[in-house]
């Protein structure tokens, strides 16, 4: 977050509310996906179901697992995104050029 204001503050741009509940969002979106991973891969999702009488398959497993790495992978996207826009205008706005990172990649 303070990167992002920084590099709008730098290309003489005021942050924008909507972009800043994007960017937080993004960052529980992410540590949320990382949690459900966890708890799949270590069987604490199954033996939550178990407890409360819900029958979980393996392929309800799976379905969980491959959620939570799309949560993971679109909040990453997002985060990467938002900042490397921010970048890139304070970069266009810069007298002095600003070292140019490599894009991202996912």
Same mark, same amino acid.
């Given at each position: 977050?303070? *990167?992002?204001? +920084?590099?709008?503050?730098?290309? #003489?741009? %005021?942050?924008?509310?909507? &972009? ?5 969002? %993004? /960052? ?6 990382? #949690? !459900?991973?966890? =708890?799949? $891969?270590?069987? &604490?999702?199954?033996?939550? *179901? #178990? ?11 799976? =379905?969980?697992?491959?959620?939570? *790495?799309? $949560?993971? @992978?679109? %909040? !990453?996207?997002? !985060?990467?995104?938002?900042? @490397?826009?921010?970048?890139?205008? /304070?970069?266009? %706005? ?11 990649? +996912?």
């Amino acid at each position: 977050m303070a *990167f992002h204001v +920084l590099c709008l503050a730098a290309a #003489k741009q %005021s942050p924008v509310l909507s &972009q800043a509940i994007e960017l937080v969002i %993004s /960052a529980v979106g992410a540590s949320g996906g990382i #949690k !459900i991973c966890r =708890y799949v $891969l270590s069987g &604490q999702l199954t033996e939550a *179901f #178990k407890r409360n009488s819900v029958p979980l398959s393996e392929e309800d497993v799976i =379905y969980f697992l491959v959620g939570a *790495f799309a $949560l993971i @992978w679109l %909040s !990453i996207d997002t !985060i990467t995104r938002r900042l @490397w826009a921010a970048y890139r205008a /304070a970069r266009s %706005s810069s007298p002095v050029p600003l070292p140019v990172p490599p894009p991202p990649t +996912l």
